[in-house]
């Protein structure tokens, strides 16, 4: 069975800094999707980047940009210039191709960015 | 991109009532919907998948009678809480793939439920 797993409870960066989010998942699928979603104050769930496992790239979406370890099983988020609404819970997803299409979640980062 | 909504965005009723949430998917047609509920500063835990068509497929532990899900039509499902119960209190997310292998899931803004 396919796990995500979020260490990081809680994180706090100032205004203008960078912070990256952590993501270990365990899969033993070879063809599968990661995603950073976020949920800030209003608990509207945003995508804000995904990563397919065959692409050796990481993804990149503006300020956002994701480091995929394969075989590590690693998908940490780094977020540039933070900015304050950037505020927000952020959940690592794991999707693969195989199977009932469901979203394996991880329990979520709080990320709090300061004035 | 692909917008889902939902209705409505919060309710409150009465201990004993049936509350009905709708989501719909604006922009595209969905065989498939996922309903979800979150408790305060926890992840989404998914209830159900809605199948266009057929019966909706619940998760381990969820009772099937007390939340009924019917998925009408290619943009419609709707989440009706039977008998709602304070304990049913909740945030009640929906949510709908696209994307060219529909991997992506676009949610709707959410209902909060308040059970009094």
């Known amino acids: 069975a396919q796990t995500v797993t979020q260490s990081q409870p809680e994180m706090s960066v100032q205004e203008a800094e960078t912070v990256t989010l952590s993501c270990t998942y365990d899969?033993?699928?070879?063809?599968?999707?990661l995603f950073w979603y976020k949920q800030p104050p209003s608990r509207q769930m945003i995508l804000v980047i995904r990563?397919?496992?065959?692409?050796?790239q990481n993804a990149t979406e503006n300020r956002f940009s994701v480091n995929f370890q394969k075989a590590a099983k690693s998908f940490s988020l780094k977020i540039s210039d933070s900015q304050l609404g950037d505020t927000a819970m952020y959940f690592c997803?794991?999707?693969?191709?195989?199977?009932?299409?469901?979203?394996?979640f991880g329990t979520g980062t709080r990320l709090k960015v300061l004035a | 991109g692909a917008v889902v909504s939902q209705h409505p965005s919060r309710v409150i009723c009465k201990s004993g009532t049936s509350v009905k949430i709708e989501c719909r998917s604006l922009?595209?047609?969905?065989?498939?919907m996922f309903w979800y509920r979150q408790f305060p500063k926890q992840s989404l835990m998914l209830m159900a998948t809605s199948n266009e068509g057929s019966k909706a497929t619940y998760e381990q532990g969820v009772e099937k009678d007390k939340f009924l899900i019917n998925h009408a039509s290619l943009t419609l499902s709707t989440l009706t809480v039977t008998s709602a119960h304070p304990e049913d209190s909740s945030f009640y997310i929906c949510s709908a793939p696209g994307g060219l292998g529909q991997e992506t899931q676009y949610f709707g803004p959410g209902t909060r439920l308040l059970v009094l």
């Open positions: 997803a794991f999707w693969t191709t195989w199977g009932t299409y469901k979203y394996i």
């Open positions: 922009d595209f047609q969905a065989t498939t």
């Open positions: 899969t033993s699928e070879s063809n599968y999707y």
């Open positions: 990563q397919e496992a065959y692409k050796q």
